[in-house]
């Protein structure tokens, strides 16, 4: 691959595979604190994570498509969720635009 997608579940939660851009040099960060329930099987958890690519890697062999469509290159997203067997349900505020959303994901994040 010659460029990592910047955002989505498993870059940046709070924003669709994509939506931030891509970039060829990137740096990513996160903290997740998780707690169990009382009397069940499951937890609970907030998170915050964000991503950059603008390191001067934005431009690629065929130019800069995060300018071209119009992507920011960076962002970060607050949020809680709890997990339920497999399953992960999640609110996640775009920090970007303050817009939150619901996701139900499957599996680990971390």
């Known amino acids: 691959h010659e460029a990592w997608t910047l955002g989505g579940p498993y870059s940046c939660r709070g924003f669709q595979v994509g939506e931030l851009g891509v970039a060829k040099r990137i740096v990513e960060y996160g903290a997740e604190l998780r707690a169990p329930m009382p ?6 958890y907030i998170f915050h994570e964000g991503v950059t690519g603008r390191l001067g890697g934005l431009e690629l062999s065929g130019g800069n498509p995060s300018a071209y469509y119009r992507k920011p290159g960076s962002g970060s997203g607050t949020g809680f969720g709890m997990k339920v067997g497999a399953a992960r349900c999640e609110w996640c505020r775009d920090d970007n635009s303050g817009k ?5 994901r499957f599996g680990e994040r971390y």
């Open 100 to 104: 939150g959303t619901w996701f139900v």
């Open 39 to 44: 009397f069940t099987r499951t937890y609970g």
